[in-house]
């Protein structure tokens, strides 16, 4: 009974916390399989990330080596380097017309990190925060880590797959909401908001007290017409951004949160604890890669190229139906005449023809089984495989 007894007490030593209970963010296991596959020699066309094939812009490789070749490498204070948060403020007024004090810039672990930031900071456990779906699946899995709720908002086609002001308004009538959290342009969607219907719905989320979240990680790849930054829209917004996706520094871990005034303090205070700075090395490239625009445009034409050979390749194999690709380097198609289960036709793609792409179940738990995102963030000759062999596969 005694041993018995004390393997009870061992066990619970090591059971998991409830919050650690989040489901997986399934691209990553699609990657995990797609891997699987090459190593046993297979080639696959990987349409299910969203990680530039590209690298990060030369100036910023020459700028580490040169810190690395030059200096050490120290910790830097917990809101970032001084001239790095000086290079985004001057980001804001070069590209948006926007003045943004360097004071209320906060250099985060990528976005990632700038999430947990901003989430600790804003909210207390309990808060109602509402996102989008279908909507970056991370956006839900933290805010439950964290003992949030987060309130999932079906998009309409009618307001191109974005959160409308009338939509956050009629689940605030419900139950009050704290907070609410876009995306523009979107993952997994690809759509963008206009500048009009963004300011309507900062102003109709701060009329009623809700705390209001800007993703701008996309920004720079916008297609349709120019991202609108809400940062010129409300000094009450907290704006997220990264330098993974426009300027292909994925793996350096690097982004920033434009905050409210009254929250640099307590942000700051929570980077001290918990990751006491962002890492040297990748902080020092990030400034220089501003320097590397024409190297970063020449990139984005090559996107567009991409979004261009699926938009007209795909319908020949059937998958005729899609959201707007506006921005971002995303097309989320309808693949209900061929499936009611994306998840088992994403896993068959992989497996019988080496198309790796991310089932709309990560994104949309609603109706996520009838769309696959599909990435054109790699090179052209992938994109007109990739169409080559679906069409083969869907039409065998």
């Not at 290079?87 to 990190?113: F, K, N």
């Not at 409308?164 to 605030?172: F, I, Q, R, T, V």
């Amino acid at each position: 009974m005694l041993d018995n007894t004390i393997r009870d007490r061992v066990r619970n030593l090591i059971t998991p916390a409830r919050r650690s209970e989040v489901p997986p963010f399934m691209v990553m296991d699609v990657m995990a399989a797609a891997a699987r596959i090459e190593a046993a020699g297979g080639h696959v066309i990987h349409l299910e990330v969203g990680q530039p094939a590209e690298p990060a812009p030369q100036t910023a490789i020459a700028a580490a080596h040169a810190a690395l070749d030059s200096a050490r490498i120290d910790y830097t204070s917990a809101l970032g380097i001084p001239s790095l948060r000086a290079r985004i403020s001057r980001h804001y007024r070069d590209t948006y017309e926007c003045e943004v004090d360097p004071e209320r810039i906060i250099v985060t672990t990528g976005s990632s990190g700038g999430f947990v930031l901003a989430f600790l900071a804003m909210f207390e456990p309990g808060d109602r925060v509402a996102v989008t779906i279908p909507g970056y699946p991370p956006y839900r899995h933290i805010l439950n880590a964290l003992g949030c709720e987060p309130v999932p908002i079906e998009t309409s086609h009618e307001a191109r797959h974005a959160l409308s002001a009338d939509a956050l308004l009629a689940e605030h009538r419900k139950k009050p909401l704290q907070g609410a959290l876009v995306a523009s342009p979107a993952n997994p969607t690809g759509t963008m908001m206009t500048r009009e219907a963004l300011s309507t719905l900062i102003g109709a989320a701060e009329g009623e007290g809700i705390r209001f979240i800007s993703d701008e990680i996309y920004h720079g790849l916008d297609y349709a017409f120019p991202a609108v930054t809400a940062a010129a829209l409300s000094a009450n917004a907290l704006v997220i951004n990264s330098f993974s996706k426009y300027f292909c520094m994925t793996g350096w871990r690097v982004g920033w949160i434009v905050a409210p005034e009254p929250l640099v303090r307590p942000i700051e205070r929570l980077q001290q604890n918990l990751s006491i700075s962002v890492p040297t090395l990748s902080q020092v490239a990030a400034e220089a890669a501003f320097d590397g625009g024409a190297e970063m445009e020449r990139i984005k034409h090559g996107y567009q190229e991409n979004r261009r050979i699926l938009i007209e390749g795909l319908p020949d194999a059937g998958l005729d139906t899609f959201l707007p690709a506006d921005g971002a380097f995303y097309l989320y198609a309808d693949v209900s005449k061929f499936t009611n289960d994306s998840l088992d036709f994403t896993k068959r793609m992989l497996e019988e023809a080496h198309v790796a792409a991310t089932s709309g179940v990560d994104f949309d738990p609603v109706h996520g089984r009838s769309f696959v995102r599909f990435s054109y963030a790699r090179s052209a000759d992938d994109m007109r495989e990739a169409v080559v062999r679906i069409k083969r596969w869907l039409k065998r």
